[in-house]
């Protein structure tokens, strides 16, 4: 008869789990023990919980399906926390799983208690905890389920330690999770045609999870048989491969000034997966809520969520794959002012993307990251965290394909690293580049550790200036001559990065930096590249002196 631990690992099974990231705890011993004997799942054992939920959110990210984490109680769960609250702002499909007190335990502060449905009840589509072992496979089969349907997002199990030892008699069996979502309806698409066809200064911002390849080339095709411009919501640049001419580019931070006009300006806003968050929305000042002056359509797969912030003219509640697969009926009259519009829009976004000959200090990241983004393969995959240093990514490179993309929109630091080192387990044989910032870096330096144990071999670019850039560059803007705690004391990231037996180079100029990340590659085995940067250039654009 199996144990309550054995009955989850069996039903993780059944949703075709390939891979779970934990740090190993004493209250889920039985869980681990049953993986033991499980060896079509791969365990991956991270240094630090926070690192190990920012691995799995990004596994979600690439995969579509949820990725999958389990943590020890109190301190595990805390640490966690950083990737839930990434995976519910970033729409990603995934399951923490917490080991906890014992039953009898339970209501007394035990050992390292908390209560887990409550904390996490706000961070979370849906946070449980697992009372009965004869019960796992129906809690996890509505796990599965609430995270990739709707609006995708994360979903939390708590597991008394004594219920996972449980033996139990009788097992129910579970098919895999399949997503649920509903399709446009035939008067909306009619709708939303005669209003693009009525419209001479058009938008489509995209964004969200959900997609499919189909329906992302779907898109793209209605969008270049129809002249219009497709704009990227916050860290969404992978949605739509950003050569074709009706990319015109990307809603975040520093935007390009142009860009913003050109929103404010437009007659017509399709926003189709996007939540028009604050980033998104240059803090809601690009669109005004709650009835933005630009006529607005708002898709979303939650219901719930369209007209929870903006009330638009026509609200459609579809999944996105199956928007992007009807918008072959939407037909749309043409028109000169629209194919303008979109001439310009694009030839501006080109202009703004592309690196200035300018001079920027000895080593210029703007050349850095162009030259990443005509040499990497079409399906490298970049990943970044938080920090200035990512405005550049964001801004220089030209991403292609589809789930190329890892990028917090949270705006959690530390993301990059561990984001990365999952898209390199997940796909071994594709180039996946990590940068950082170092005081990003520095949130989880020891999952270089992970990175060798597993042979994630992966490129780090350590972008060094010594700062918190971003908090130094608003502390300057608002309390000028001021600064306070934001200067880094930092290790010698060489020297650190080869003590895990990595390879590392510290790069001090621009034209040292092709050679330096082609021994890289080549170094076979995780690289660490510490670029020194300019720290009065906090920005492409702002500059503390």
């Known amino acids: 008869m199996p144990t309550g631990g054995q009955i989850l690992v069996a039903a993780l099974r059944s949703q075709g789990v390939d891979r779970i990231y934990c740090v190993p705890g004493e209250s889920y011993l039985p869980v681990l023990d049953a993986l033991y004997d499980a060896p079509e799942i791969a365990v991956v054992s991270a240094k630090h919980e926070g690192a190990a939920a920012n691995m799995a959110e990004a596994d979600g990210k690439l995969t579509g ?22 995976a519910f702002q970033d729409s990603t499909p995934m399951l923490l799983f917490i080991g906890q007190v014992a039953r009898q335990s339970r209501d007394r502060e035990g050992f390292q208690e908390v209560d887990f449905p409550a904390m996490f009840s706000p961070l979370a589509k ?15 089969a509505r796990a599965f389920q609430t995270a990739i349907s709707g609006r995708a ?8 330690e004594d219920m996972l030892s449980a033996v139990v008699s009788t097992v129910s069996q579970i098919r895999p999770a399949v997503t649920a979502s509903a399709t446009p309806r035939a008067k909306d698409l009619h709708r939303l045609g005669e209003m693009l066809t009525l419209a001479s200064r058009p938008l489509l911002i995209v964004g969200g999870s ?13 969008a270049y048989r129809n002249s219009l411009p497709l704009l990227a919501s916050f860290r969404r640049q992978d949605l739509i491969d950003n050569r074709h001419e009706n990319y015109c580019g990307h809603l975040g931070l520093s935007v390009d000034p142009n860009l ?8 017509l806003i399709v926003a189709i997966g996007s939540r028009l968050s604050e980033n998104t929305t240059g803090g809601y000042s690009l669109l005004i809520p709650p009835t933005p002056q630009q006529t607005l359509v708002h898709v979303y797969p939650d219901p719930n969520e369209i007209g929870n912030v903006y009330q638009p003219a026509l609200g459609i509640a579809c999944g996105l794959a199956d928007f992007g697969d009807a918008l072959a009926g939407v037909t749309i009259a043409a028109s000169p002012e629209r194919s303008r519009w979109l001439r310009d829009a694009r030839t501006a976004y080109v202009k703004f993307s592309s690196p200035s000959s300018a001079p920027t200090g000895s ?15 079409e399906d490298a995959i970049v990943a970044n965290g938080a920090g200035n240093y990512t405005v550049w990514v964001h801004r220089y490179f030209r991403y292609r394909q589809f789930r190329t993309e890892l990028a917090p929109v949270s705006g959690a630091m530390g993301y990059g690293v561990p984001a990365a080192i999952a898209a390199k387990l997940r796909y071994p044989d594709r180039q996946v580049v990590a940068f950082a910032g170092d005081g990003c870096f520095l949130m989880y330096p020891q999952e270089l550790a992970t990175a060798l144990q597993h042979k994630a071999n992966l490129v780090i670019i350590v ?21 306070i705690a934001t200067d880094i004391h930092n290790p010698d990231f060489v020297t650190l990065a080869q003590s895990f037996g990595a390879y590392a180079e510290r790069i001090d100029t621009t034209e040292a930096f092709p050679l330096a990340f082609e021994r890289a590659v080549a170094a076979g085995r995780p690289a660490v590249l510490e670029l020194r940067v300019d720290p009065a250039q906090l920005t492409p654009t702002f500059r503390l002196d």
């Not at 399906?65 to 990434?86: D, E, L, N, Q, W």
């Not at 946070?127 to 129906?138: N, V």
């Not at 997002?153 to 008394?160: A, K, N, Q, Y």
């Not at 990241?365 to 990443?372: K, R």
Request: glycine share 8%.
């Open 65 to 86: 399906r949820p990725g999958v984490c389990f943590v020890t109680r109190g301190p595990g769960a805390t640490h966690a926390s950083i990737g839930v609250h990434t």
């Open 126 to 140: 849906w946070a449980a905890e697992i009372e009965d072992a004869t019960r796992i496979p129906e809690y996890v």
């Open 153 to 160: 997002g994360p979903v939390v199990m708590s597991l008394p």
């Open 210 to 222: 959900g997609w499919s390849v189909e329906s992302r080339e779907a898109l793209r095709d209605f």
């Open 260 to 267: 913003a006009e050109r929103v404010k300006s437009a007659d």
């Open 363 to 377: 080593l210029d990241l703007s050349a850095v990251v162009s030259w990443l983004s005509s040499h990497l393969k």
């Open 463 to 483: 972008v060094n200036n010594g700062t918190y850039g971003t908090i130094r560059m608003h502390q300057e803007r608002r309390y000028p001559g001021r600064v």
